[in-house]
């Protein structure tokens, strides 16, 4: 646990000390405020238009019409700045000649795949800590339910950390930060989109295609609703890419030898 701590605090100081935590940061924050203030502006205009028929005011809910659609705006969002965060984990090691310095110590490979890991979940936690604002304006100006707000931000965390995952195995098998991420944005986007050759295909071929996409899954929580298949889904996915970067920091343990 100690060289856990120790490679954490060492990951979250490179973060901050170069620019490229203050950019994502930044980023994230003033589009994630341009699509709530869109949102928020639609729905305002909905609400003046149809608000006083009894019909369109059952409908005219804040979860379907902001909460939903902004956090679905903020995954497509991570899908872009995600490589972003994660191509540096492992490859600039690589580049840099530290990684076998690293693991020259008597520090294990899951120690390492850990503690990076873990770094990249804290700056993802840094991310949606920003967005504060929007719970705050909601329930001053509003009535949102708690529980469909929570479990937007449980989806997204999730599913953020799926993504940091795949990114983390991307990193590990090229020296190459540029490489990395470009590697971790086109699995991403399959991921992604996976789901679109369901028609095309057999019926049982099509369940799987969409059962394989990050997006399906992600869909339940911003509808409020949480499905354990759903969170096994991200947990797997996870752990999946995680055995796969450790897969790979062994085999160049074995190289080397």
């Known amino acids: ?3 856990i701590w ?3 605090k060492k990951e979250m100081r490179s973060y901050f000390i170069s620019p490229i935590a203050y950019v994502i940061l ?12 869109t949102i928020v502006g639609t729905y305002s205009l909905m609400s003046s238009q ?11 809910n804040i ?13 497509v969002v991570m899908l872009f700045l995600i490589p972003m965060l994660t191509m540096r984990l492992i490859a600039e090691e690589k580049g840099m000649g530290t990684l076998k310095l690293l693991l020259s110590h008597p520090v294990r490979d899951v120690e390492v795949l850990g503690a990076k890991y873990l770094a990249a979940l804290s700056m993802l936690a840094a991310m949606l800590l920003l967005t504060f604002p929007v719970p705050l304006f909601l329930f001053a100006y509003g009535k949102p339910e708690l529980a469909p707000l929570l ?7 999730l599913m953020g950390g799926s993504f940091i995952a ?12 540029v490489i990395a991420s470009v590697l971790t944005f086109g699995a991403l986007i399959l991921f992604w989109v996976i789901n679109w050759a369901q028609n095309l295909t057999e019926m049982n071929m099509g369940i799987i295609f969409e059962d394989l996409s990050i997006f399906t899954h992600f869909e339940n929580f911003t509808k409020g609703i949480i499905i354990t298949h759903d969170v096994v889904y991200y947990v797997v996915f996870s ?19």
């Open 63 to 75: 979860e379907e019409f902001v909460v939903s659609p902004l956090f679905s705006n903020l995954g």
């Open 166 to 177: 795949l990114g983390l195995f991307a990193s590990a098998i090229t020296e190459r930060q």
């Open 239 to 257: 752990g999946f890419f995680l055995f796969l970067a450790y897969t790979a920091l062994q085999s160049r343990s074995w190289r080397s030898k």
């Open 26 to 37: 930044f980023i994230f924050s003033l589009i994630s405020g341009y699509f709530f203030f």
């Open 6 to 8: 120790a490679i954490y």
């Open 50 to 60: 149809y608000g006083q028929l009894p019909y369109y005011q059952e409908l005219l």
């Open 1 to 3: 646990m100690r060289n």
């Open 151 to 157: 479990c937007n931000y449980l989806g997204i965390f």
